[in-house]
């Protein structure tokens, strides 16, 4: 490797680190038991449609 190439690593990935830590006062939040509670539903819903049909 030349010693003036620069291999990204830490520096490329430093702003998309800073930009996911942020919180976003206008983002929706959702508790992820209600997306577990939601997938189960929807989990035994199609079972029973399955069922029915």
Known sequence: MD???NTGGLMSS???VRYFDSEDS???RID???VIAF???M???V???TFVS
């Open 14 to 16: 430093a702003g998309l």
């Open 3 to 5: 010693k003036g190439q």
């Open 47 to 49: 079972q029973l449609l």
């Open 26 to 28: 206008n983002a929706i």
């Open 32 to 34: 992820p038991k209600t």
């Open 39 to 41: 997938g189960l539903l």
């Open 43 to 45: 989990g035994v819903l």
